[in-house]
């Protein structure tokens, strides 16, 4: 069975998807601030997390008021979490959220491929984080 750990669980999409999921897996909530890797360590080695989920993150509306809030939460958290599993034998999947806001302005089904254009510092560190994640 996966042990599938969470974050942004209260998230719209997160609660469906783990409603899709929950039945078939075995699903743990991370309650903890997404910037404290000592909790998540804590966390991976106590449950033996198979697949970790990313929904956490500072909206675009509070990263608009706290930049370097957003930063730390956005952006700096993802590369903590990725420099520790990369150090761990047994690799959890993970799993990002990102957005659409990182794509240009377009009347057209969005695929993967479509042209990036982020205008928000939101946006921005959805795309920074989605390439850092696909460089480590």
Known sequence: MNKILVTGYNSFIAK?????????????HY???INNINNLKKIFRKKKIT?????????????SVNKSECIKTNFLSI??????LNTLKSKPTFIFISS???YKNNMKKLTEQSQTNPK???A???????NYIKKY
């Open 31 to 33: 309650k903890g601030d």
């Open 16 to 28: 469906n998807f783990i409603k899709k999921i929950k039945n078939t897996n075995l699903v743990f």
């Open 124 to 130: 921005k560190l959805k795309i920074k984080s989605e």
């Open 79 to 84: 590369k903590l979490i990725l420099n520790y």
């Open 100 to 102: 659409s806001h990182v």
């Open 120 to 122: 928000t510092l939101y």
């Open 51 to 63: 697949h970790f989920v990313h929904f956490a993150g500072l909206s675009r509306e509070k990263c």
